[in-house]
């Protein structure tokens, strides 16, 4: 059962957005990987979803060590 004062830290969050960035950059580019007999390679839409999910990691990064604040 969830604990009735649970409180979306800042940590929580930066962990949160890096593990989601890291994952969803690694997807992006296994969909390019595994569709191999398509021609053009990554194209516009992929290198801004890959930027955005860089950006997301970073951002998680930075917010890890700001420790048990509430977000």
């Known amino acids: 059962m969830l604990n009735e004062h649970f ?8 962990l949160l957005l890096f ?14 990987l595994l569709d191999a007999g398509r021609e053009g390679g990554i194209g516009p839409a992929q290198q801004i979803a890959l930027g955005l999910m860089a950006t997301a990691a970073l951002i998680g990064l ?7 604040h509430p977000a």
Do not use: E, Q
């Open 7 to 14: 409180t979306l830290t800042k940590r929580h969050l930066g």
């Open 19 to 32: 593990i989601g960035g890291v994952m969803g950059f690694w997807g992006i580019l296994a969909i390019d």
């Open 62 to 68: 930075t917010l890890i060590p700001l420790g048990n």
